[in-house]
């Protein structure tokens, strides 16, 4: 993808927050803009401390519970995806609000998104073997990403 391109898509998923935000009565203030170009820009599904580390080189006073509040926010109206995990870490994903597969890697914590294919057939599978009606799910593959593969 160029960066042209890319830099189109963020500023489209920023604009439709914006909207979101305002048919929900919501005010957009700078910090909370700042909160969520930082989002919806970030590649690596950061933890609320890295937005934050992130917004602070402009809003130098901002402070870690207005991340926390912008981000609760934007859980509020389904607009961010939230993964958390057993140790009560949690990471975010901007730009793929709704469910989807993840993989995560467990020496350096990066997370990416994998495109598969065989997801629709798997969830099938799964209510046909079962009767069950789901209408979520969390799908996550732990392993070494490439480049801490590169290092072993
Ligand atoms: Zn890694
Ligand atoms: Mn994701």
């Given amino acids: 993808m160029s960066a042209k391109h890319q830099d189109l898509e963020i500023q489209t998923r920023i604009d439709h927050i914006l909207a979101r935000l305002r048919e929900e009565g919501f005010r957009v203030t700078p910090q909370r803009l700042a909160v ?19 917004v602070r080189r402009r809003f130098s006073t901002i402070s870690l519970a207005t991340v926390y509040k912008t981000i609760s926010l934007l859980k509020e109206i389904h607009e961010v995806l939230e993964l958390g995990f057993a140790d ?11 469910p989807h597969p993840h993989l995560i890697c467990t020496r350096c914590g990066r997370i ?12 099938r599978e799964a209510t046909t073997q079962t009767g069950f009606e789901i209408v979520t799910h969390r799908l996550d593959f732990f392993g070494l990403c490439n480049d801490c593969r590169c290092e072993e």
């Fill in 36 to 54: 969520l170009e930082v989002l919806a820009a970030s590649e690596n599904h950061p933890s609320v401390e890295a937005i934050y580390d992130q």
């Fill in 88 to 98: 009560r870490s949690s990471r975010y994903d901007g730009h793929k609000p709704y």
């Fill in 112 to 123: 990416q998104d994998p495109e598969l294919s065989s997801l629709e057939e798997l969830t």
